[in-house]
């Protein structure tokens, strides 16, 4: 009896003591909760700023100036997004482990290699007055907030006791680099492009990594060839499909859930290239969603304008929606800018000055990767390994070298060394030979800032001026004016070679394969008002045969380019819904074809499996819109996924596993279509008894997967869960509160709504000339990363649903729907 009145009490004091920690840590959340109404003075300020916020805490910043309009921009996005700048910055500049520890110490050592903190440092320097002044004035407004904040800053802060240092210009561009990284990230599959070619020939590298396919059509040049018309689609799918909101599920499982090798013919083949753990699982989770170089491929994006013959009110409309890492928060932040000479709204990157993506009240515009091969390594002959001197032309010369001292919490300080060359920073070593990495955003001549000159552009003319201030990361621009016109410019710093395409590792002991300058910005792809009335594109091939200058040969596999193109052309007109009903199109073109080989293979080769059998019957009947509720979509998804594996491995070997291309659904198409015999295994008489024999080992997988051979119960919403992860989201509770999800989630890699379960749209845009006012914008979760505001995930429901909400934009509609005015006073 009294050992039960002693747990009893035990546990009651437990508990009080459980319920005065969530009690104290909601008191600490709601001060860190920033003032969004009233008045504050904060000093550095030269006059007034009124910032007025609507229903979903967007802000509008009315200022008498622009260097106040940078300076408020700077202080409203740090009281929403403070801790998630701070960690942007540190990503770039390899200061992670400090906070997390050495799980995070892989990712600094890779940007302390790359030297992002010197090239930002050193990039400023070279910026022009106005982008330096705005660039300024942005770090004068986040630092008033850190300043006047110490003691009520985010709670990430708190937890993880530490403070923010100050902002500088550097920072920003250093989170520029960042962006850079995640988009032009292609050195390694070159290292891998270059074993392949000395071990197996060209012949293999050009099946493996296709540059042309059926579904092409350039917007710039030609490929002098007939091009092939799209595969008919099935009825069902010959519209975009209504994408229902998916219901919360409260209940859904916590649960978050080198080979030596030789270049022997490095130089004959750059010739033949020169054709045109739990508990820290949010963390990695987190920090890979930094760091593109972790993940196969980002998923793309995608963008299309269409002119006001072909608009429903006359006005040309604009969609943009890029598909980036999902995260807590979203990487992108909204704002309205107004100042006299400046009227834009769109979204920013937390932790950069102006307007990224949005539209003023001339013009807008909206961006994909133009993806152009921008990273060569240079395979460096050193006097030993990890030596410190190298051959150059000859002649032996001392390389530069640096050591980074990387602090790690918790652990000893760690130092590395970096070898640098004339050519960059030696990346990997093997023996002794060192690859550098040449890239355009290691020249700090090439960091530029020209988004305040974009931002106020008013017409075609200006808008490409201000785009030969923009060096990378190379975008696939497309714009819209009031005036009627809609155009397409790729615009970045591509760089032009002696010979090569820097597909592979070069000799560095030569010039023969540097870069000798950049295609010229008049030269780069580029078209105004087609006569089709419409320019779409998904990252695919924009440039044909026909076009002078080598970009690149990694574009990604056009299906998605081709469902926004055959919708584009599926009626005269469209409304601003329409285009909005395209962002959310799950049908999938590369799995009707797919599914279309197996079952005309199933009439040659028959099977009497089954639950074969009931595949094959899914497969006639689907819709290959890749709901999540399908049932095609698993079948085909893991029959590509098997194929890729059956194709590869017995002609690579293990060599298999590190292949990375986004043409990989195009090298399966193509194998199955044109059936050479090199990619045949031997096992198999036909390509037909390959898919039939893959289709049973699929179903077999998926029987063990989903515990039943019943076909109906193989939804495709397992896959991929969707989750946005958090960095302090390691562990029960603070998983509940600060991670978003999981939740079902349909779409593909290959759809134009994609999905690959750690990547996704980051925004949706469309711009409406005939009604700015009720354009649409609409970001992931929310506005701020403080997890206790109602704008932390308030437009999640409205994004899963493919809905949206109005840009308020005239000075009528932002003051009528602001719910909060917050004045700040110098």
């Not at 106040?68 to 500049?93: C, E, P, S």
């Not at 390994?385 to 640096?402: C, F, H, V």
């Not at 293979?601 to 009497?608: G, I, L, R, S």
Request: proline share 6%; glycine share 6%.
């Amino acid at each position: 009896m009294r050992i039960a009145k002693v747990l009893l009490v035990f546990g009651i004091l437990l508990l009080l003591a459980l319920l005065g920690a969530v009690a104290y840590g909601y008191r600490v959340l709601r001060q860190c909760s920033p003032q969004l109404q009233g008045t504050l003075v904060v000093k550095g300020l030269s006059s007034a700023v009124t910032v007025y916020r609507e229903a979903h805490g967007i802000p509008h910043i009315y200022a008498s100036n622009l260097d106040d309009v940078a300076f408020a921009q700077g202080y409203v996005t740090a009281q929403d997004r403070l801790w998630q700048m701070d960690i942007f910055r540190r990503n770039a500049k390899g200061d992670l482990a400090e906070v997390f520890g050495e799980v995070a110490l892989k990712f600094d050592e890779n940007h302390r290699r790359l030297g992002f903190r010197e090239v930002a440092d050193r990039g400023v320097e070279s910026l022009d007055p106005e982008s330096l002044q705005l660039l300024e004035h942005y770090a004068a407004g986040v630092n008033a907030f850190i300043q006047t904040h110490r003691d009520l800053l985010p709670i990430e802060f708190r937890l993880l006791r530490y403070q923010p240092k100050l902002w500088t210009p550097s920072d920003s561009l250093s989170i520029a680099l960042m962006m850079s990284d995640t988009l032009n990230h292609s050195w390694e599959r070159d290292l891998f492009r270059g074993k392949l070619v000395d071990k197996y020939g060209p012949q293999i590298v050009d099946d493996l990594y296709p540059t042309q396919t059926p579904y092409d059509v350039p917007l710039v040049g030609t490929d002098k060839v007939e091009e092939t018309v799209l595969p008919p689609m099935i009825s069902e799918a010959a519209s975009p499909q209504k994408t229902p909101v998916d219901k919360e599920k409260d209940h859904l499982s916590s649960s978050r859930g080198d080979d030596e090798f030789s270049f022997s013919h490095v130089v004959d083949d750059a010739l033949w290239l020169s054709t045109p753990e739990k508990s820290l699982g949010a963390v990695l989770a987190y920090l890979d969603s930094l760091n593109a170089s972790n993940r196969e491929s980002i998923v793309g994006s995608n963008n299309w304008v269409v002119d006001g013959k072909h608009s429903v009110n006359g006005k040309p409309l604009l969609a943009n929606d890029p598909h980036l890492a999902y995260s807590v928060p979203s990487i992108w932040y909204q704002i309205h800018l107004h100042a006299p000479g400046l009227n834009v709204i769109g979204v920013s990157l937390a932790g950069a000055p102006g307007v990224i993506i949005g539209h003023n009240d001339s013009i807008a515009w909206g961006m994909t990767n133009l993806n152009p091969d921008v990273q060569d390594l240079f395979a460096e002959q050193f006097d030993g390994p990890n030596g410190t001197r190298y051959l150059s032309k000859g002649q032996w010369i001392d390389a530069d070298e640096r050591v980074e001292d990387i602090k790690i919490k918790g652990k000893p300080l760690e130092s590395l060394r970096v070898t640098v060359t004339h050519h960059g920073p030696v990346l990997q070593w093997n023996g002794s030979t060192g690859y550098a990495l040449d890239w355009t955003a290691l020249h700090p001549d090439l960091i530029s800032f020209p988004f305040l000159r974009i931002d106020q552009a008013a017409t075609w003319k200006q808008f490409t001026a201000a785009l030969q201030g923009f060096n990378g990361p190379a975008q696939n621009f497309v714009f819209a004016s009031t005036s009627g016109d809609i155009g397409y410019y790729a615009a970045g710093k591509i760089p032009i070679r002696n010979q090569g395409t820097g597909n592979i590792p070069a000799p560095g002991n030569t010039d023969d394969f540097d870069w000798t300058g950049y295609v010229p910005f008049d030269d780069l792809p580029h078209l105004l008002n087609p006569p089709e009335g419409f320019i779409a594109t998904a990252n695919q091939r924009v440039i044909g045969n026909s076009y002078p200058f080598f970009i690149t040969t990694d574009w990604e596999a056009p299906y998605r380019y081709a469902r926004i193109r055959q919708l584009l052309t599926s009626k005269p007109k469209f409304s601003r819904d329409d285009l909005l009903q395209i962002q959310g199109d799950w049908h999938s073109q590369a799995n009707q074809v797919l599914a279309s080989f197996v079952l005309q293979a199933a009439q040659k080769v028959k099977t009497t499996d089954p639950t074969v059998q009931a595949a094959l019957t899914r497969l006639k009947s689907g819709t290959f819109v890749a709901t999540p509720e399908s049932v095609e979509t698993t079948i085909v998804e893991h029959l590509r996924d098997h194929l890729v594996q059956a194709l590869l491995e017995p002609v690579l070997g293990e060599l298999w596993t590190e292949y990375r291309s986004q043409m990989k659904p195009i090298f399966v198409e193509d194998q199955l279509r044109d059936q050479p015999h090199r990619w045949l295994p031997d096992e198999f008489k036909s390509y037909e008894e390959l898919l039939i024999r893959s289709l049973q080992d699929v179903c077999d997988e998926l029987k063990n997967t989903y515990h039943t051979s019943d076909v109906s119960r193989w939804v495709w919403s397992q896959r991929y869960p969707l989750i946005f992860p958090h960095a302090l989201g390691r562990a029960w509770p603070l998983d509940r509160i600060f991670n978003v999800g999981p939740f079902p989630q349909g779409g593909t890699r290959l759809t134009v709504r994609p999905a690959n379960g750690t990547d996704g749209a980051s925004m949706r845009m469309v711009v409406d000339f005939s009604d700015l006012d009720h354009s649409y914008n609409n970001l992931t979760l929310g506005e701020s990363g403080q997890v206790f505001s109602p704008y932390y995930k308030d437009q999640l429901q409205a994004w899963r649903a493919v809905e949206s909400f109005p840009m308020y934009f005239s000075d009528e509609a932002v003051r009528k729907n602001a719910k909060n005015v917050l004045t700040l006073q110098p």
